[in-house]
């Protein structure tokens, strides 16, 4: 579709051998630490990249659907491995609660505007390609688990960054501009938005402490303040979930 992905220049599935293209070093994470003052302009370019992306034709592909089953299981790694982390307990009636308001919040997501999902659209992920235009100039990794979900999704990738903060001016302004580019409907957008804000969050807590406690990775811990703080802003502007939730984190 005309997209810079990594080319396989060969490949020996039986002994694990793969020769890939070399995209170089420079992601957008490193870009941006020698040159802050260019957030905006790359990010509008990912913006550009991800409509076009949106745009791909899902008839007669294999790709499997984020469905409820789906992103149940994720919010479940919550449960799973942050809460014991944080040596909280938890009764198995407000396990079901919580079951219950994500199934709820699950019924209210957009079935319009689906799209291709890469799911991991953020800062290390995008490549600044030097002597390319247009989408060429965007090196895109690491999208093998793509699935068919809602248009919010990516977007949500890219400026709530686990990694990275992301200016709020232009975080605001970039949402402008890609659901007036996209030409989705605003309010059925920030519904979209704001569930799958709040579900991916909880899901990449859930990540990063089962990361730290069964595969030794601690340097993630260093990124959960920054999800946590994802978390509550969305509480505190939303009436998705119970307050009550707020005790657990």
Same mark, same amino acid.
């Not at 080319?7 to 002994?15: D, H, Q, T």
């Not at 699935?147 to 977007?155: E, H, P, R």
């Not at 069964?214 to 990124?223: A, M, P, S, V």
């Given at each position: ?5 990594p080319?396989?220049?060969?490949? =020996?599935?039986?002994?694990g051998? &793969?020769? @890939?293209? #070399? $995209?170089? *070093?420079?992601t ?12 905006y302009?790359?990010?509008e ?7 076009e992306?949106?745009?791909i ?15 149940f ?15 909280h ?32 659209y953020h800062?290390d992920?995008?490549?600044?390609l030097?002597? =390319?235009?247009?989408?060429?100039? &965007?090196? @895109?990794? #690491? $999208?093998? *688990?793509a ?9 949500l990738s ?14 605001e ?6 659901i ?24 990449i ?6 990361l ?14 920054r ?8 509480l ?14």
């Open positions: 579709n005309g997209f810079r992905a080319k396989i220049l060969a490949k =020996n599935i039986e002994i051998f &793969i020769l @890939l293209e #070399d $995209f170089g *070093d420079e957008y994470s490193k870009a941006l630490q020698k040159k802050l003052e260019d957030e302009f790359l990010y370019k990912a913006c550009d990249a991800l409509v992306i949106q745009k034709s899902l008839k007669n592909s294999d790709f499997s659907h984020y469905n409820h089953a789906t992103l299981r994720e919010v479940m790694l919550f449960i799973d491995w942050y809460l014991p982390w944080k040596n307990k938890i009764s198995l009636q407000q396990i079901q609660d919580y079951k219950y308001n994500w199934i709820e919040l699950f019924d209210k997501l957009s079935k319009k505007n689906q799209a291709l999902v890469l799911r991991y800062a992920n995008l490549m600044v030097k002597n =390319n235009n247009g989408f060429e100039a &965007i090196g @895109l990794l #690491d $999208f093998q *688990d699935l068919i979900g809602s248009c919010a999704y990516d977007l890219l400026l709530e960054d686990a990694r990275r903060d992301v200016d709020e001016k232009n975080k302004k970039l949402i402008d501009y890609f007036s580019k996209a030409n989705y409907n605003r309010e059925d957008f920030f519904v979209d938005y704001e569930i799958i804000s709040l579900q991916r969050n909880i899901k807590l859930g990540i990063f402490a089962r730290h406690l069964r595969d030794g990775k601690n340097q993630y811990l260093n990124f959960i303040p999800v946590k703080d994802f978390v509550e802003q969305r505190d502007k939303t009436n998705l979930i119970s307050s009550q939730f707020k005790n657990f984190l």
